[in-house]
């Protein structure tokens, strides 16, 4: 497959690299070593596929252009819409087309995510009660420098679509409100530390913040029969999964852990996935519906 990467900042250039030969242009607008500077100025017939890796106010007329014209796509997340029937427009393009859209999680592909999901479906923890994620990182400055991100809800939008496609990913589309529990702003314009929460028949409370000097990510998910448990991911770890058997009526629980040492898998994979995809084409902007109607929620109670 013939790829082209459309924004060679920092999630560009690693899209660059994974893509490897099968990259055979480079779009930027700014950046001196592209080829081209809109996507507009590439021919049409030298490529199959286009990695969008642009600002988020970019990227809803160039995926319109690709559709359009039956490129396979996949799309730095988030993706949000200027208006409601923005996604939904996309995604009737892209059946119409027959091409891919394909908004790139690629916490989907860690293996520890991975591995919580199977115990998940396994039943081993019986039925969920509750779930909190944190996840945690030190850009609060890189944000502040930079030209586009310090805007809008900051640290909400970034990290937490991550957190709410994990949620959609273990648990499917959760049910009930979700709620604001707090919202910060210790050294950006926009938010640098978020807290929200779902209201529903399962409870899921969820942090992010860009004020983690240490990079990490949690979860803990806690059910009738026991509870699971991941630490960290694999680019900062090392990355642990434990799921504990509860003892009734009480007492220690009997656990298995497991630990990864080893760099970022979910790149590879998760380009693997994609062109996968385009065999067979299919989209997942289903999931960024319900995602951006999530973050609607929390934004307007902040409006």
Known sequence: MRVIVIGLGIQGKKRLANAGSEAVATV?????QAQYRTVEE??????????????????????????????????????????????????????????????AYNHRF?????????????????????ARFFYGNGTARDARNSPWRDKGFGVLPDLGSHL??????????VDGPCRTWRSDRFENRAYDRFL??????????CEMTMLSWRNTFHADVYGELGSA???????WG??????????????????????????DPTWAIEYEHFKSLCKAPSSNLQNDIWIQSRLQELTAALA
């Not at 930027?28 to 001196?32: G, L, M």
């Not at 286009?50 to 730095?76: N, W």
């Open 164 to 173: 709410l496609d994990t949620v959609l990913f273990l648990f499917g589309p």
């Open 42 to 103: 590439v021919p049409l017939d030298q490529y199959d596929a286009a990695l969008v890796c642009t600002p988020d106010a970019a990227k809803l007329p160039i995926l319109r252009y690709l559709l359009s014209h039956g490129k396979h796509v996949m799309v730095e997340k988030p993706l949000l819409g200027d208006r409601p029937e923005d996604l939904p427009e996309l995604d009737a393009l892209a059946r119409e087309r027959n091409a891919v859209c394909y908004t």
């Open 196 to 205: 929200f929460g779902f209201h529903g028949p399962l409870p899921v409370d």
């Open 229 to 235: 448990h991941i630490y960290c991911l694999c680019k």
């Open 28 to 32: 930027d607008t700014v950046q001196a």
């Open 238 to 263: 090392p990355s642990t999964l434990t799921v504990r058997r509860r003892i009734l009526p009480s007492g220690r629980p009997d656990e298995e852990a497991s630990t990864l040492v080893c760099p």
């Open 110 to 130: 860690e293996p520890h995510i991975a591995n919580l999901k199977q115990v998940l479906d396994s039943g081993r923890i019986g039925k969920v009660y509750n």
